[in-house]
């Protein structure tokens, strides 16, 4: 079955260290996004990528940065600049850019202990 | 920039009872999303709506976008267990088929007890 799959499902990081988050998908789909999910808040969005090669700021990216070299695949690095980076982290696509009558398909997230 | 609220935040009732959240934004949508987010889980996708006034039906579940295209809200008829987890509604400020990015709300969580 098609799908996103994100790993680690649980990743402890010390402070200073960076960290990556895995994304891959085999749904085909042109457009993946990165959001964080804090308890008591909606989805914030990190980054998102429309196309291979290329990818766009959200409103939350200050400490992150991503890469979007296969289709398949766009992981997300936590530096050591992102001040509080404890939380949830969920990966999505969509089949293209503005398409929304499927909505997106996330994965299952990992969530990330900053300790 | 772009603001899209839920309320109420949360909600308890008793197996089939009514409920009802409400998604309001800060500026007039293209089309608004469902999601909804088992505790524990990812969010899934439940429906999309693009018209003012449209309403759509999925069994037990009611959507409706409001006129001004700046309000939605989910319905649900006599709540199950099943029905457990956190809703959120995600809206986007360009048509479907040209680059846009969602909102998401806040989310409402719902518990269901018997």
């Known amino acids: 079955d098609g799908g996103i799959t994100q790993s680690p499902k649980y990743l402890f990081r010390k402070e200073g260290q960076n960290v990556t988050l895995s994304c891959e998908q085999n749904?085909?789909?042109?457009?993946m996004y990165w959001y964080r999910q804090d308890p008591g808040q909606g989805l914030r969005l990190i980054y998102y990528?429309?196309?291979?090669?290329?990818?766009q700021k959200g409103d939350i990216a200050e400490g992150y940065s991503v890469s979007r070299e296969k289709k398949e695949s766009f992981p997300l690095t936590v530096t050591s600049a992102q001040k509080n980076p404890t939380a949830f982290y969920l990966c999505a696509s969509s089949l293209r850019p503005g398409s929304t009558e499927r909505g997106y398909t996330f994965g299952s997230g990992t969530r990330l202990t900053v300790v | 920039g772009q603001q899209v609220m839920q309320i109420p935040q949360y909600q308890h009732v008793q197996e089939g009872e009514d409920f009802t959240t409400y998604c309001n934004s800060s500026t007039t949508l293209s089309n608004i999303q469902w999601y909804k987010q088992r505790p524990g889980g990812h969010p899934v996708f439940l429906i999309q709506?693009?018209?003012?006034?449209e309403v759509k039906k999925q069994k037990r579940l009611t959507f409706q976008f409001g006129e001004a295209k700046k309000n939605s809200s989910l319905h649900i008829t006599a709540t199950q267990t099943t029905d457990v987890g956190t809703y959120f509604c995600a809206g986007s400020r360009r048509p479907t088929g040209t680059a846009s990015k969602l909102t998401f709300g806040t989310g409402t969580r719902l518990q269901v007890t018997l």
């Open positions: 709506l693009v018209k003012s006034g």
């Open positions: 749904l085909n789909h042109d457009a």
């Open positions: 990528s429309q196309i291979v090669n290329d990818f």
